[in-house]
């Protein structure tokens, strides 16, 4: 089993920067891959990036590759994820959540979530 526990969520103005945590826990974590995803009200949830533990293999999507940056710290088992000029629809619950085999796009090959961390962005 793994646990996942996202931080560093907050109100953060129009333009700012912010940067996410996940900290994943339990004797098989290096056999999953970790990814974020974030849910806005009253949307779906969506995927925003993923990460192997190694960092060779990441994802993004494409409308966040150009301000969103993930990265891992593998002696740590932490990800982060670097967020970048903050528009208002980047208002969201951000989830983490682990992946067995590594990382990938799909929710629903996702094992592990966390309880998610809320950021909002004031315009």
């Known amino acids: 089993q793994v646990q996942v526990v996202e931080s560093g969520g907050g109100l953060v103005q129009a333009g700012d920067s912010l940067r996410l945590s996940c900290a994943a826990s339990?004797?098989?974590?290096?056999?999953?891959?970790m990814g974020w995803f974030r849910q806005a009200p009253g949307k779906e949830r969506e995927f925003v990036a993923a990460?192997?533990?190694?960092?060779?293999?990441?994802y993004y999507a494409d409308s966040l590759k150009d301000r969103f940056t993930i990265s891992s710290a593998n002696g740590k088992n932490m990800v982060y994820l670097q967020m970048n000029s903050l528009k208002s629809e980047d208002t969201a619950v951000y989830y983490c959540?682990?992946?067995?085999?590594?990382?990938?796009?799909?929710?629903?090959?996702?094992?592990?979530w966390g309880q998610g961390t809320q950021v909002t962005v004031s315009s």
């Open positions: 959540a682990a992946k067995p085999g590594g990382p990938g796009r799909w929710s629903d090959q996702y094992e592990y």
């Open positions: 339990g004797r098989t974590v290096s056999q999953y891959g």
């Open positions: 990460i192997s533990w190694t960092g060779d293999t990441t």
